[in-house]
């Protein structure tokens, strides 16, 4: 059992807590939404009051969690984790939010899928720190308002246009999460390198970096494995040739690009023509859910330039045939 614990608290599932950056200086990367929130949070501090709500916003693993825990630390804070999805009733929000202490940070990820009733509820407690608890069902039913502390809600999304009016409003701030740059993604490797003491040079660095799809947690992730390669096929020690064959075995490709993203990209343009094409059919053909597609691999797709989005649907752009060795329609444009 001893053993078991142990193996649970060294093991590769813990290893994003021991990675996460722990302060703003820490953070890698992010330089805007870095600046406005020192604003926000030293003004709030300045004027002894918690500071507005803040809502982050972007794709998966570019470190909206670390920058909410990073938030509470600055403050000095305690944090309260959740998520959108665990919210399905109003009851669970209403307990979390009536255990809060004065000054706690609520950290509420993938919050457009909260639930109505407990995004109802949370408009009265973001703007006037009360909940109405209703007691009761059918016309007996009577509703009891409660007071609550002072908080900080700090939301986090993949989607900020699928956040509701009402709620979008209630923060006073949004932090909108960029990819990293290649360069930014090599001190992120770095970081991890030094913390897991895993051997590796320059070279390597940036190659793990180039292919991280612009994402620190992918970068930590391909690093672990590179460093399982470098570890049983070489000599432990991670270079770019290490790094290059290691991520041939993942099928990571030189761009980056992972099975489902090439999944997507072949459907588009083997199977569609290059498209347009609706997003839903899309997803049908790589056999993955809509939102997967819509909010994990295409903001990557987006940026690399390979896919536009338009009102007619998804296509498919000349450097995306090009990468897939494909010759693009002569009609396309780009
Ligand atoms: P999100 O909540 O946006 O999905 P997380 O905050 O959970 O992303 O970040 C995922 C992992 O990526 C973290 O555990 C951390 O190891 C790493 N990470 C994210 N942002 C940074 C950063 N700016 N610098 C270093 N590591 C980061």
């Known amino acids: 059992d001893d053993a078991l614990s142990a193996w649970a608290q060294t093991g590769d599932r813990d290893v994003e807590g021991t990675l996460r950056p722990r302060k703003l200086d820490e953070f890698v990367g992010q330089p805007r939404v870095r600046e406005q929130l020192e604003l926000v949070l030293e003004s709030a501090r300045r004027r002894g009051v918690p500071p507005d709500h ?10 909206k969690t670390s920058m909410a825990m990073i938030v509470a630390a600055e403050l000095g804070a305690a944090i309260r984790i959740t998520s959108g999805p665990a919210l399905e009733r109003a009851g669970d929000l209403a307990a979390m939010l009536s255990n809060l202490a004065p000054g706690d940070v609520l950290f509420i990820d993938e919050i457009h899928r909260i639930a109505r009733p407990a995004e109802e509820m949370l408009y009265l407690a973001m703007e006037d720190f009360r909940v109405d608890v209703v007691v009761g069902k059918g016309p007996g039913a009577t509703s009891i308002p409660l007071e609550i502390a002072p908080f900080t809600l700090v939301g986090a999304t993949t989607r900020s246009g699928s956040l509701t009016g009402p709620l979008r409003d209630r923060f006073g701030f949004t932090g909108q999460m960029e990819f990293y740059t290649d360069t930014e993604l090599e001190l992120v490797v770095r970081r991890a390198a030094t913390i897991l003491d895993i051997p590796i040079d320059r070279d390597g660095c940036a190659e793990i970096a180039r292919r991280s799809r612009g994402t620190p947690r992918i970068a930590n992730r391909l690093l672990r494995r590179v460093r399982d390669y470098a570890e049983v096929r070489a000599d432990g020690k991670v270079t770019r040739e290490v790094a290059r064959a290691a991520l041939a075995v993942y099928d990571v490709d030189e761009l980056g690009l992972d099975r489902l993203d090439r999944a997507v990209l072949t459907a588009l343009t083997k199977s569609f023509g290059g498209g347009p094409v609706g997003i839903s059919t899309l997803a049908v053909a790589v056999g993955e859910e809509a939102t997967t597609v ?5 903001p990557y797709l987006v940026r690399a330039g390979m896919l536009a989005r338009t009102p007619r649907g ?21």
Request: proline fraction near 14%; include cysteine.
């Open 294 to 298: 819509e909010e994990v691999c295409e």
């Open 54 to 63: 803040v809502l982050l916003s972007g794709p998966p693993g570019l470190g």
């Open 314 to 334: 998804r296509v498919a752009t000349a450097t995306a045939w090009e990468h897939l060795g494909l010759v693009p329609p002569a009609d396309l444009p780009g």
